[in-house]
Structures are given as C-alpha cells and as structure tokens.
C-alpha cells in the first residue's frame, strides 16, 4: 500500500516522489498521485512520459508502476461535466 511520500524512479533515476495514495478499486491495485520531472530540467510532454519505465519505492522494495495520462475513473469525463446517465456524452 502507498500513502505518500514514495520516490517515482523514471528508468532507474529519481524524478520525483508519490503525493497521495489510496486503493483504487477500479483498476484493482493501488493508485499514487505523483509530480514528476525530467531529471535534466526538460519538459515531460506526453510523448517522453511514455517513453519510459516507472518503479515506486514503497518500503525499500521497486514496484513497477503504470502511468497514466487521464484519470482511471471517468478517463472521458462525463461525471465531471454532470453528465452521469450517458456513458456516451450524449
């Protein structure tokens, strides 16, 4: 389990850290909320986050970790624009 305050390791470097963690039961694991950064200073763009493979420290130990670009609940948004019966948006 994860809480916060984990290091994100970005293809074996520290890039960042873990700010928020719970269960997530819709993708059946645990889910982190994390800030990275390119550790040369460059911008992340969508592409160069991709690119790369992710590890979570949790207790010592390297977990891989899966990042995702949109949230995994809701990835299109429908609940947000208060559209909750339509899975369409229409």
Not at 5 to 32: K, Y
Request: proline residues 7%; glycine residues 18%; hydrophobic residues 40%.
């Amino acid at each position: 389990m994860i809480w916060g305050g984990e290091l994100v390791l970005r293809d074996g470097a520290a890039v960042g850290q873990v700010t928020s963690g719970a269960w997530g039961e819709t993708v059946g694991g645990c889910v982190g909320l994390a800030y990275v950064r390119h550790p040369d200073g460059t911008v992340l763009t969508p592409d160069v986050i991709k690119a790369a493979a992710y590890q979570v420290n949790v207790g010592g130990r390297l977990y891989p970790a899966t990042v995702g670009l949109r949230p995994p609940f809701d990835p299109a948004g429908h609940r947000v624009k208060g559209n909750y019966l339509s899975r369409t948006g229409n």
